[in-house]
């Protein structure tokens, strides 16, 4: 049985509808919460694991909008090959490959991004894919970019989120506090509406066969 761990509920959405059967575990964008989605589904009987939803970017070649079906999850400095197998059932042969990162954390700076692109080598980062790799079981990783490495993060992105939805309370509260954030973060949000997109439309012409 396959799971799957997300980050967010609206990438909860997304995957359920090509994959109603699936148990589905949400991070809410945390640490803890990926270890303990990742061992929910292993409690649910799941014995493999896809970790699916938005990526940042850290290469410049990787645009929001990209989907990639990552070859391996570098973690704490140890990489974690994906399953073959399991990867082109969710389509890696029409997708970008290569390394992605796992951080704690979210990435908000562009400094940031280039130098962990430099130090590891992985074009993307999100905060679920160590937790699934760690289990040992097999593992894919379905994300798409939605963060362009160029670009630094308004502190709206982090402030409005709250149990893996926007939070319009600390969203606005963040606004007050900095307005001049306002165009960047509609910026972000054109690019992570483009790249769910993207994402679903990549599900609909390469369904993944189980």
Do not use: W
């Not at 967010?8 to 989605?37: C, H, W, Y």
């Not at 951080?103 to 999100?126: F, M, N, W």
Request: proline share 5%; net charge neutral.
């Amino acid at each position: 049985m396959l799971g799957v761990l997300v980050g967010m509920k609206q990438e909860a959405r997304i995957i359920r509808r090509f994959l109603p059967d699936a148990p589905i575990a949400l991070s809410n964008a945390t640490a803890s919460g990926a270890v303990a989605g990742a061992e929910r589904l292993l409690r649910a009987g799941a014995t493999r694991l896809l970790s699916f939803g938005c990526a940042g970017g850290l290469s410049t070649s990787v645009k929001p909008g990209t989907i990639i079906v990552a070859d391996c999850v570098v973690m704490t400095g140890t990489s974690y090959e994906a399953d073959p197998g399991l990867s082109r059932q969710f389509g890696a042969e029409h997708a970008r490959q290569g390394r992605i990162l796992h951080s704690d954390s979210l990435i908000e700076t562009a400094e940031e991004k280039s130098r962990l692109y430099e130090t590891t080598g992985c074009i993307a980062v999100d905060m679920e894919s160590g937790a699934i790799a760690r289990t040992g079981k097999p593992f894919a990783v379905l994300r798409v970019v939605c963060d362009d490495s160029a670009r630094s993060l308004p502190p709206a992105a982090r402030d409005g989120l709250k149990d893996g939805a926007i939070h319009l309370g600390g969203l606005l509260s963040s606004l007050v506090r900095q307005p001049s954030q306002i165009p960047a973060l509609i910026e972000l949000g054109r690019d992570a509406a483009m790249a769910q997109k993207a994402m679903a439309l990549f599900l609909e012409a390469h369904s993944p066969q189980l």
